[in-house]
């Protein structure tokens, strides 16, 4: 079967990947210069700026998602950098690290607050409970008996928000520390799910960072002889009822295919590229008032200083006459010291990132309309970070020097994603995240893309790209039964009608 994906994001690669194993002939076509979609990065001033991989969910070998890294090639004999923590809370001079380890995260929580000692238990052992249904951590031996009752103590999770989780805690540092990182409105199970990850070192960062992986990725697409065609941009399609014909790219081609992927952000598919409207359940995900869109406000920064005062993640906070405009009150500071050549010799590059909700993101993709309002809002914003930086590594002032500044317009400028979203749905409390079928409501065409299953992320990108691969084989596979027993059943008739001829010497056959 002839397979066109549109769209060659993780997604849309490992979907291609797939097919390709199972003996598919397979094109991808991608609408900018490379591979990767999110998985990206880029160089600035010296700099490399990485700008996707935090974490990989599923470094650990013994994780669910390890073989399917392994496959797609972003793993498999490629090291992986675990840091000592994932990120760091400072408040009244003291500091709280999630370290790499469970159980000094543990002692850590509970030296910084022993009056804190039964809920921060509580806490770590609903994370031990994620690892041992992950297949990581030490508590792989558990029974089905242990795992049902430590299922049911997460339900009280369930039910939270990171803010009222952290309202639970009296130590005003590890309310920091708990509401911080994903901010206070997300569903507390996936901060939990966060530290179960990381804290089992399932969540390490692989050679060579975000660039290349996605670059170890389109290898492994073409090496399987696949087509990747960069510079390809979708507008249209043709249909014949309900099935596709082909496809239309912005530099006036056209690519047929016997079935199709769209790897994309839907809400930029349907009712554009596809000329039918979303389904139904897909568009229930958007209009769902407890799944959230969001996006983030970034500034890289070379620094002058060889080396950075910390490492991973430091969390600070806004300064005041920023939070209202950036819709956040909290910002993340990024050190590259893992990643070979991320800044020039002596010096160091540091990133800044702010999460914002869905009409920040807006106000910005609105406000890049007019050239010279955006561009003064962008120094705005890095001068805000700047002074967060400088206030909390007074040993930075005046040795920062901004790079590049980059929004939610410029996320919907690269992905095509209605609000700059580089994930999917983050939900807030009392959501199970379910996903939705991959089917388009056309015979021949599905979705690979992370907006089926909140909240979205690279291994859900890629897993859906390896869902939407396996309905397109089984539907390979009836089609290949159907054509067999069509030609059964001709063969049937003809067989009786051959024999007849034969036997009347005056019949041609």
């Not at 960072?209 to 390809?232: D, H, P, Y």
């Not at 059964?488 to 041609?508: F, N, Q, V, W, Y």
């Amino acid at each position: 079967m002839k397979i066109l994906i549109i769209g060659g994001g993780v997604s849309g690669l490992s979907a291609g990947i797939y097919l390709l194993l199972a003996g598919h002939e397979v094109t991808v076509a991608e609408q900018h210069s490379a591979a990767g979609g999110n998985l990206t990065g880029w160089r600035r001033a010296g700099c490399t700026v990485d700008n996707c991989i935090h974490w990989l969910c599923g470094t650990d070998p013994r994780s669910k998602n390890h073989a399917m890294w392994e496959t797609l090639g972003v793993l498999g004999g490629v090291p992986v950098y675990y840091g000592e923590s994932l990120y760091t809370v400072d408040l009244g001079g003291r500091s709280l690290s999630l370290y790499s380890d469970t159980e000094r995260t543990e002692r850590e929580l509970l030296a910084v607050s022993p009056e804190d000692g039964p809920e921060i238990r509580r806490l770590m052992r609903a994370v031990r409970t994620v690892q041992a249904f992950g297949g990581t951590g030490t508590e792989n031996g558990l029974t089905s008996a242990q795992k049902a009752a430590g299922a049911a103590s997460l339900v009280r999770y369930y039910r939270m928000t990171t803010g009222e989780l952290a309202a639970r805690f009296r130590s005003p540092l590890i309310r920091k520390f708990i509401s911080s990182f994903l901010t206070e409105r997300f569903g507390a199970l996936g901060l939990i799910f966060v530290f179960a990850d990381f804290c089992a070192k399932n969540a390490g960062i692989p050679a060579g960072g975000s660039i290349a992986a996605a670059g170890r990725m389109a290898e492994r697409f073409t090496g399987l002889g696949g087509s990747l065609l960069l510079n390809k941009k979708a507008i249209g399609t043709q249909r014949k009822g309900r099935r596709l014909t082909a496809v239309s790219f912005e530099d006036g081609s056209i690519l047929r295919a016997d079935a199709f992927v769209f790897a994309q952000d839907p809400a930029s598919v349907f009712g554009s590229i596809l000329d039918i409207p979303m389904p139904k359940k897909l568009a229930a995900l958007y209009k769902n008032n407890r799944l959230m869109r969001f996006s983030s406000l970034h500034c890289a920064f070379l620094a002058e200083v060889e080396k950075l005062p910390f490492t991973g993640d430091l969390i600070t906070d806004l300064p005041a006459g920023a939070t209202q405009r950036l819709g956040s009150k909290h910002l993340a500071l990024r050190e590259y010291s893992y990643l070979a050549n991320s800044a020039p010799k002596g010096q160091s590059l540091l990133c800044g990132m702010a999460f914002c909700d869905e009409r920040t993101a807006l106000r910005f993709i609105e406000l890049r309309g007019d050239k010279a309002a955006y561009e003064s809002e962008k120094l705005a914003l890095a001068a805000a970070m700047a002074e967060a930086a400088e206030r909390e590594l007074p040993e930075l002032s005046g040795k920062l020097h901004c790079i590049d500044v980059w929004t939610p317009a410029t996320y919907r400028r690269f992905t095509g994603s209605r609000i700059g979203s580089y994930m999917s749905f983050a939900f807030s409390s009392r959501v199970i995240p379910r996903g939705v079928s991959c089917k388009t409501g056309l015979g021949n065409a599905v979705l690979a893309t992370q907006w089926l299953r909140p909240p979205g992320g690279l291994p859900i990108a890629a897993a859906e790209g390896k869902r939407a691969a396996e309905v397109l084989i089984k539907m390979s596979a009836g089609l290949e039964r159907t054509e067999r027993n069509a030609a059964g059943r001709m063969l049937r008739i003809r067989l009786p009608l051959m024999r007849k001829r034969r036997r009347d010497p005056g019949t041609a056959v």
